[in-house]
């Protein structure tokens, strides 16, 4: 119903406002302004939060409300998906909660202030979207908040695990007609590929690692064609951008963070079980 829609829209606002009101605080008692970085920070935290939660009730709830209801689904098989909306849950949570707490660190916050809080905010996003589809001709789909879990595990596990920062998820998308403004994501499956990047310069550096040029990586990649009715696995290559960025400075440190989180079009093969094997020089989809 459209008022626990509004309602989750008021609790995501409310707890950002905590977490901007508690940056207030410490810049005041630091000593700082106002528009620390601290603040800055919790800003654009709580305007990426407040959009994709607005942009979500306009696209998916605003005119269509019903009664709570639960989908049922068939995981990865579903007709005209095949797994990408899965795999794009998977990724939006790592998106998400990678993003939120790189941001943190940058304003200033501690490691453990920054990990909490963006596993929360992660957390308490994706199960607002599912109570919100729940209210829709969606439905909640346990499914779909499976998957945004594991995305967030697997980033907050890079963090306590520094091997598994050589295994990362990328994403690329590239229409292929004309950009729009908001861009509608889920009625476009056929235009992302969700990748899985190994760094070996970094995983063997002190034996075969040091042989392996250290801006490029191998990658593994999926996506589906014929309006999703086709499922297509991709091997190529990645760029690996961070060694570009100065890890000494902070802002270029972040700025690298977030470019990594992004695949660049280079050189793969993308197979599909009825089709023969496509070589692009640079591949977008």
């Not at 939660?53 to 639960?70: E, H, P, Q, T």
């Not at 909490?116 to 599912?130: N, R």
Request: overall charge neutral.
């Amino acid at each position: 119903m459209k008022i626990v829609k509004k309602f989750l829209l008021i609790f995501f606002v409310l707890n950002l406002s905590a977490a901007a009101q508690k940056s207030e605080t410490d810049s005041v008692n630091t000593g700082g302004c106002f528009l620390s970085k601290k603040t800055l920070s919790v800003i654009a935290l709580s305007a990426g939060l407040g959009a994709s939660l607005i942009s979500s009730y306009v696209a998916w709830w605003k005119d269509d409300s019903r009664s709570f209801r639960f989908y049922s689904g068939h995981w990865v098989n579903d007709p005209g998906l095949n797994g990408i909306d899965k795999v794009g849950h998977f990724y939006t949570s790592y998106l998400f909660y990678r993003l939120q707490r790189d941001l943190l660190m940058w304003g200033g916050y501690s490691g453990d202030f920054s990990t909490l809080t963006s596993a929360i905010l992660t957390f308490s996003f994706a199960v607002g979207i599912e109570i919100g589809d729940a209210f829709s001709p969606y439905g909640f789909d346990y499914q779909d908040l499976t998957f945004n879990i594991g995305g967030l595990g697997y980033g907050f596990l890079q963090d306590k695990i520094p091997l598994l920062q050589n295994f990362k998820f990328k994403w690329s998308y590239i229409p292929r007609g004309s950009f729009s403004f908001p861009p509608k994501f889920t009625t476009h499956y056929d235009d992302h590929i969700y990748w899985f990047t190994i760094n070996l310069h970094g995983l063997f550096g002190a034996s075969f690692g040091k042989y392996w040029p250290e801006l490029i990586q191998p990658a593994l990649g999926f996506s589906v064609e014929n309006l999703g009715n086709r499922r297509e696995f991709i091997f190529g290559l990645d760029f690996n951008l961070l060694p570009l960025f100065n890890h000494k400075d902070e802002n270029w440190d972040f700025a690298g963070k977030f470019v990594d989180m992004f695949h660049i079009p280079a050189p793969g093969i993308k197979y599909s079980p009825d089709a023969g094997p496509l070589y692009r020089v640079f591949l977008t989809h």
